[in-house]
T-cell receptor
Framework: GQQVMQIPQYQHVQEGEDFTTYCNSS?????IQWYKQRPGGHPVFLIQ?????EVKKQKRLTFQFGEAKKNSSLHITATQTTDVGTYFC????????????FGTGTRLQVTL | SQTIHQWPATLVQPVGSPLSLECTVEGTSNPNLYWYRQAAGRGLQLLFYSVGIGQISSEVPQNLSASRPQDRQFILSSKKLLLSDSGFYLC???????????FGSGTRLTVV
């Protein structure tokens, strides 16, 4: 089946450091979405990328979609303690069902 | 406004007992609905999805079943729970318009 791999599994940074998580699909995606899950909470939608080479920014967060639409990254500049949580990418291959296959997630811990 | 309700929030059930988790969506019609399961510290696994009343697609053979008796109601069931059914169960609907999935607050199921 379609798989989406995500690395690293865990990262611990000091506040102010940058953070990047990478996502890779075995096949070409129709779109990729990113979600954040706070400890004890449910995933919350962050953004969707659909175009080859697309780059989107949300304040300190930068999202990229690869030229081949098989990989993506999320970069956080100058992390804050509020960034703590698990970040998931989710790959979509189109279709009326709009199913998503989630990556394994990257758990981010930020300390002062 | 569009909201998604999921209950109960937590559940402890003995092995062999039945299960019924309910999810309802408000403020939209004919939504695509999904059930995901998240094992402790792991990613999200798609269990079932539905594109309309009575239409259920299963992604993973398992001890669970799903039903959609009404347009905005999605139910996850089991006749006899196994220890391996423990996890965090999340209902979601496809918000559309490039806004990804909206997840319910989830049910933490512990089978003892």
């Amino acid at each position: 089946g379609q798989q989406v791999m995500q690395i690293p599994q865990y990262q611990h940074v000091q506040e102010g450091e940058d953070f990047t998580t990478y996502c890779n699909s075995s096949t070409t995606l129709s779109n990729i979405q990113w979600y954040k899950q706070r400890p004890g909470g449910h995933p919350v939608f962050l953004i969707q990328l659909v175009k080859s080479g697309e780059v989107k920014k949300q304040k300190r967060l930068t999202f990229q979609f690869g030229e081949a639409k098989k990989n993506s990254s999320l970069h956080i500049t100058a992390t804050q303690t509020t960034d703590v949580g698990t970040y998931f990418c989710a790959g979509g291959w189109g279709g009326t069902a709009s199913k998503l296959t989630f990556g394994t997630g990257t758990r981010l811990q930020v300390t002062l | 406004s569009q909201t998604i309700h999921q209950w109960p929030a937590t559940l402890v059930q003995p092995v062999g007992s039945p299960l019924s988790l309910e999810c309802t969506v408000e403020g939209t019609s004919n939504p695509n609905l999904y059930w995901y399961r998240q094992a402790a510290g792991r990613g999200l696994q798609l269990l079932f999805y539905s594109v309309g009343i009575g239409q259920i697609s299963s992604e993973v053979p398992q001890n669970l079943s799903a039903s959609r008796p009404q347009d905005r109601q999605f139910i996850l069931s089991s006749k006899k729970l196994l220890l391996s059914d423990s996890g965090f169960y999340l209902c979601a609907w496809m918000t559309g318009g490039g806004y990804g999935y909206t997840f319910g607050s989830g049910t933490r199921l512990t089978v003892v």
